[in-house]
């Protein structure tokens, strides 16, 4: 089946960009006209969708963060990515990738979650 | 963008127990709406959507119902691995997807 794996550094100082991959595996990430979201948590709050992106290249983006997001896909590797720029502490978060729904924005499975702390 | 909002934020129950959460949506949704569960330290895990439409592998206790504005998750039966938080999202309208902020079942 379908996993999900993000990666990417722990630890982002103010003002610079978060960059993330998420890796694919048990499947083709081209297959199944997916998809594919990142959604991240706060600690101790709740969740909030960031975008998806289609394997074509287009995408969706949270009107919220549209200006900072920015993501891309790269089918030879079976990854996509995320880019937030100009953090602050306010994006601290658990970092989730998930596959969305080929219709509806339905969210499974999801990848384990990655921590990124903004601080200098 | 289209706010939910979960009710109550958190409460105790015993293993057996019938529970109810509800979400309340900000405007109508129809029925687009989902169910997630999120143990701690873990993704959350889809568990129902189209408002009652169990995902593939979630046991019968799990039902939900409603339509429009206001829909309830309910656990006919609780179950020591039920104790989690819950999470509604709306998709009628997107972007963005939008969830509720959580509801906390705690063991009693």
């Known amino acids: 089946q379908v996993q999900l794996q993000e990666s990417g550094p722990g630890l982002v100082k103010p003002s610079q960009t978060l960059s993330l991959t998420c890796t694919v595996s048990g499947g083709s990430i081209s297959s199944g006209s997916y998809y594919w979201s990142w959604i991240r948590q706060p600690a101790g709050k709740g969740l909030e969708w960031i975008g998806r992106i289609y394997t074509s290249g287009s995408t969706n983006y949270n009107p919220s963060l549209k200006s900072r997001v920015t993501i891309s896909v790269d089918t030879s590797k079976n990854q996509f990515s995320l880019k937030l720029s100009s953090v602050t502490a306010a994006d601290t978060a658990v970092y989730y990738c998930?596959?969305?729904?080929?219709?509806?924005?339905?969210?499974?499975?999801w990848g384990q979650g990655t921590l990124v702390t903004v601080s200098s | 963008a289209i706010r939910m909002t979960q009710s109550p934020s958190s409460f105790s129950a015993s293993t057996g127990d019938r529970v109810t959460i509800t979400c309340r949506a900000s405007?109508?949704?129809?029925?687009?709406l989902a169910w997630y569960q999120q143990k701690p330290g873990k993704a959350p895990k889809l568990l129902i959507y189209?408002?009652?439409t169990l995902q593939s592998g979630v046991p019968s206790r799990f039902s939900g119902s409603g339509s429009g504005t206001d829909f309830t998750l309910t656990i006919s039966c609780l179950q020591s691995e039920d104790f989690a938080t819950y999470y509604c999202?709306?998709?009628?309208?997107?972007?963005?997807?939008?969830f509720g902020g959580g509801t906390k079942v705690e063991i009693k």
């Open positions: 998930a596959r969305d729904g080929r219709l509806d924005p339905l969210f499974d499975p």
């Open positions: 405007q109508g949704i129809s029925s687009y």
């Open positions: 189209a408002a009652s």
């Open positions: 999202q709306q998709y009628y309208s997107y972007p963005p997807t939008t």
